[in-house]
């Protein structure tokens, strides 16, 4: 159980993520179903938009360590019901994505993740330009003994 999962809206930047802690470059495909690779899964926007689709986040959870959710700092929509991430066994952190956007809006986006439940930090990041990166790839690292 030393996986990494990520969940969020659709287009919050999941993808581009796990692309940016891969070191991986270009343009993220949209996810269709539930991606595994190596320790990471990836999952569609449409899992957390859609509460039909809970139990399948929920049990797929259940293989993951660290659980990401992710929250878009452009929108000011949250899609997450409070207390959502109290439910996860494994340790639960927030990812403010896109920072580098000029309409981000970083404190509101922390206060959608601050009513989640989290067990962890949350980390403010830009998938683009790299910010926030290397310290989220340390906190991963310790948290899952890897060496990303
Ligand atoms: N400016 C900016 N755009 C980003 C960033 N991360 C992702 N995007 C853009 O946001 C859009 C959605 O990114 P994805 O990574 O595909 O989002 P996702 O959450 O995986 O979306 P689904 O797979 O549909 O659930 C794409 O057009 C990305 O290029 C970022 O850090 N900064
Ligand atoms: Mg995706």
Redesign the pocket.
């Known amino acids: 159980m030393k996986k990494l999962m990520v969940i969020?809206?659709?287009?919050?930047?999941?993808?581009?993520?796990l692309?940016?802690l891969n070191g991986q470059t270009g343009?993220?495909?949209?996810?269709q179903t539930l991606q595994y690779s190596s320790f990471m899964i990836?999952?569609?926007?449409?899992y957390m938009e859609n509460p039909r689709m809970y139990t399948a986040i929920m049990s797929t959870a259940q293989e993951a360590k660290l659980i990401l959710f992710?929250q878009?700092a452009?929108s000011e929509k949250s899609i997450f019901p409070p207390g959502f991430a109290r439910s996860f066994p494994g340790i639960t952190i927030g990812i403010v994505?896109?920072?580098?956007?000029t309409n981000s809006k970083i404190e509101k986006s922390l206060n959608i993740l601050n009513k989640l439940g989290l067990k962890g930090p949350i980390f403010e990041?830009?998938?683009?330009?790299g910010e926030g990166i290397e310290n989220l790839k340390s906190y991963i690292n310790n948290a899952l003994n890897k060496s990303l």
Request: proline share 6%; hydrophobic share 30%; aromatic share 2%.
């Open positions: 969020g809206a659709i287009d919050s930047g999941k993808t581009s993520l692309m940016a343009v993220p495909l949209k996810t990836d999952t569609p926007g449409e992710t878009d452009s994505t896109k920072i580098d956007l990041v830009s998938s683009f330009t």
